[in-house]
């Protein structure tokens, strides 16, 4: 079970975030759920999970800085795939797909979403 309900980050342009999120998330088993409001739209495997929306306040998005908002990806070819989709579509590299060092299997990805978003896809398991 997830500590977390859902997660969010914000945008300033919503269509040009789904075109990122439909892409991004796709080879992590993701996709849209519905709209949130007005102003957002919802993500995730079975249900909503993840949201992407405009500020409720009114106020600009802005990205936070040392935040990192991470998907749990099947496999390292899911990994590749989804770093490959979101520079395709309007991310920036954060950090090439490879190993990382904190546990013997870990594998990532990170990217900026096109409103500086900082996200990254993980797989945990052993492909070595």
Do not use: C, W
């Not at 439909?22 to 519905?34: I, N, S």
């Amino acid at each position: 079970m997830s500590i977390f309900s859902h997660a969010v980050l914000g945008t300033n342009d919503l269509a040009k975030a789904e075109r990122f999120y439909d892409a991004a998330l796709a080879p992590l088993g993701l996709t849209q759920k519905g709209p949130f409001g007005d102003n957002g739209t919802m993500y995730g495997a079975t249900g909503p999970e993840f949201i992407i929306t405009k500020p409720g306040n009114g106020q600009p998005a802005t990205s936070a800085n040392g935040g990192t908002l991470g998907f749990l990806a099947p496999d390292r070819a899911a990994v590749r795939a989804f770093y490959e989709a979101a520079l395709a579509n309007g991310g920036t590299d954060e950090g090439k797909p490879g190993p990382r060092a904190f546990t013997d299997t870990a594998y990532a990805a990170y990217v900026r979403d096109p409103d500086g978003n900082k996200i990254t896809a993980y797989s945990f398991k052993d492909e070595k």
